[in-house]
Structure formats: structure tokens, C-alpha cells
């Protein structure tokens, strides 16, 4: 895997700003935005019961290291307002690394490759969008071959919203 890829989603509130400003956050902690793919409305993963997410996913540049940039990460969803109350629960903003390059870390605080990324479609639909051909770390597969592998059923649209 060649490249540093977040994954961004928003349910509450006005998705779109939270993703935009979320991004702009993001330049603001010095990262800096390579690529970044369509915007989806993504049905809840998880816990059903909540309003559609949309998603969007960004390549990035940064001399962070995965923990650090976990940190910066983290921050933003703080600043943003996040509060963590209910896993899968409903947020204003979620920020996740999918790949850091072909790292693999299984930490307390950090996974990577982030382990949920072959099992959501909402996840595999916007990297086979972003990087097809890119090979997961551990398990070989192209990101296409993973989401053609990938058994989740949940709607995952595009929109014609722009960051």
C-alpha cells in the first residue's frame, strides 16, 4: 500500500460542513491533503437505528507517525465536538486512518490497517474508488478483490457534494 489514507464521516447535524471543516482542521494540524474521493450517503454500520452518514475518504502527506497522527486526529474530532457516548453511535465527526503506507501496528491505542476495512462496503466502495489496485498489507488483496470478496449489504450512494 502506497500512500496514508483517513476515512471521514459525519451523521449529525449540517455532514457536509462537519466534513469540510473537518478537513480544513486537518491543513490547520499540518497535514497536507493529497487526493480525496467522491462524498457518499452511507447507510449506519453497526447500529441501525440513527441517520445515513456521509463519508469521504483522503489521501494525505504528513512526517507524522501513525501515533502522532492518531493524536492530531483526535484533536480535530475534539475541536469539532465530538463526544464519544455509544460505539457506533451517532458523531458529528469520525476520523479514521485506514493505511498508513504498508504499516502493520496492533497497539493499544492504534490498529492498522484499520481492521474493519474488509468487512464495510462503505469503506471498500471509496478506496476502489481512490486506490484500486493497492494491496492490503496483510491480507494481499487488491482493494477491489476485497470489496468483490466483502459480504455487507448496507446502501452505499454517490452524491454530488464536493468538500
Known amino acids: 500500500?502506497?500512500?496514508?489514507?483517513?476515512?471521514?464521516?459525519?451523521n449529525m447535524g449540517n455532514r457536509l460542513e462537519y466534513l469540510r471543516e473537518a478537513e480544513n482542521l486537518l491543513i490547520r494540524e499540518g497535514i497536507h491533503i493529497l487526493d480525496e474521493s467522491?462524498?457518499?450517503?452511507?447507510?449506519?454500520?453497526g447500529k441501525k437505528d440513527q441517520d445515513?452518514?456521509?463519508?469521504?475518504?483522503?489521501?494525505?502527506?504528513?512526517?507524522?507517525?501513525?501515533?502522532?497522527?492518531m493524536e492530531s486526529l483526535l484533536e480535530v474530532e475534539k475541536q469539532l465536538g465530538r463526544i464519544r457516548?455509544?460505539?457506533?453511535?451517532e458523531r458529528c465527526i469520525d476520523i479514521d486512518i485506514l493505511y498508513y503506507h504498508d504499516k502493520v501496528i496492533a497497539s493499544?491505542?492504534?490498529?492498522?490497517?484499520?481492521?474493519?476495512?474488509?468487512?464495510?462496503?462503505?469503506?471498500?466502495?471509496?478506496?476502489?474508488?481512490?486506490?484500486p489496485l493497492e494491496l492490503h498489507p496483510i491480507t494481499g488483496k487488491t482493494q477491489i478483490q476485497l470489496l468483490a470478496d466483502c459480504t455487507d449489504d448496507l446502501d452505499c450512494k454517490l452524491t454530488d457534494y464536493k468538500l
Not at 500500500?1 to 459525519?10: A, E, F, P, V
Not at 467522491?38 to 454500520?45: A, D, N, R
Not at 445515513?52 to 497522527?69: M, Y
Request: glycine share 6%; with cysteine; hydrophobic share 40%.
Open 1 to 10: 500500500m502506497n500512500g496514508i489514507y483517513l476515512l471521514l464521516g459525519s
Open 38 to 45: 467522491s462524498v457518499y450517503e452511507t447507510e449506519p454500520w
Open 52 to 69: 445515513w452518514f456521509l463519508n469521504v475518504i483522503l489521501q494525505i502527506d504528513t512526517n507524522k507517525q501513525p501515533a502522532e497522527l
Open 85 to 89: 457516548q455509544e460505539k457506533w453511535g
Open 108 to 131: 493499544e491505542d492504534l490498529t492498522l490497517p484499520h481492521p474493519g476495512i474488509p468487512q464495510r462496503k462503505f469503506t471498500l466502495v471509496l478506496l476502489a474508488e481512490m486506490c
